[in-house]
């Protein structure tokens, strides 16, 4: 099945660093959305970025799809961006899986 | 408003024992979700459901079975709890199958003595 790796597992920023994270998978994806986890547990959508670049307010996603990896790009970070960032992958015909996520702590 | 709830939120239940976790969702999606989250494993799916009385199995099915009676509502059952199906359970729902954007509820605590 598909498998989604994110890198780095943690990461630790002074406020106002940039975070750059990153979604590899296995085989081909026709769809791949970035979602944010609060240290509270919910769960919400970023976006969806199956191909090419996004941007949503300070998050910047890119995905290289025949190369099969895309990357969350934080600017600017806040400490109301710690938390846990995951990757889920999908491709026709399947449901979405998801990556183990990158856990991210912003520190005044 | 659009919004997916979980009851309930906390649950202690003892090993034999049977577990009904509900969800609710107000948007008329189509499609639910069934997920358990553990640490160092992420999100696993372990049911899928299309729509009332079509339904799935994700990527772990075994010892859960689910219900889907109305739209808005679909329910994950546990019968006779095991200590391994302690965890976290996220209901999540989406307009349509596989590529629309997921909505998630607040989750459920499980633990299972």
């Known amino acids: 099945g598909q498998q989604v790796q994110q890198s780095p597992a943690s990461l630790v920023l002074q406020e106002g660093e940039n975070a750059e994270l990153q979604c590899n998978f296995s085989?081909?994806?026709?769809?791949l959305q970035w979602f944010y986890q609060s240290p509270g547990g919910s769960l919400v959508s970023l976006l969806s970025n199956p191909s090419g670049t996004k941007h949503t307010g300070r998050l910047t996603s890119t995905t290289v799809t025949k190369e099969r990896r895309s990357s969350l790009h934080i600017s600017s970070s806040q400490t109301t961006d710690s938390g846990t960032y995951l990757c889920a992958i999908g491709h026709s015909g399947t449901y979405q899986r998801f990556g183990t996520g990158t856990k991210l702590q912003v520190v005044p | 408003d659009m919004k997916v709830t979980q009851m309930p939120r906390y649950l202690i239940k003892r090993m034999g024992e049977n577990v009904l976790l509900e969800c609710g969702q107000d948007m008329s999606h189509e499609t639910m979700y069934w997920y358990r989250q553990d640490p160092g494993l992420g999100l696993q799916l372990i049911y899928i459901?299309?729509?009332?009385?079509?339904?799935s199995e994700g990527d772990i099915p075994k010892g859960y079975r689910v219900s889907r009676k109305k739209r808005e509502h679909f329910s994950l059952i546990l019968d006779s709890a095991k200590t391994n199906q302690t965890s976290v359970y996220f209901c999540?729902?989406?307009?349509?199958?596989?590529?629309?954007?997921?909505?998630f509820g607040p989750g459920t605590r499980l633990l299972v003595l």
């Open positions: 999540a729902s989406s307009w349509g199958q596989y590529q629309d954007t997921q909505y």
């Open positions: 085989s081909t994806a026709t769809q």
């Open positions: 459901s299309y729509d009332v009385d079509s339904n």
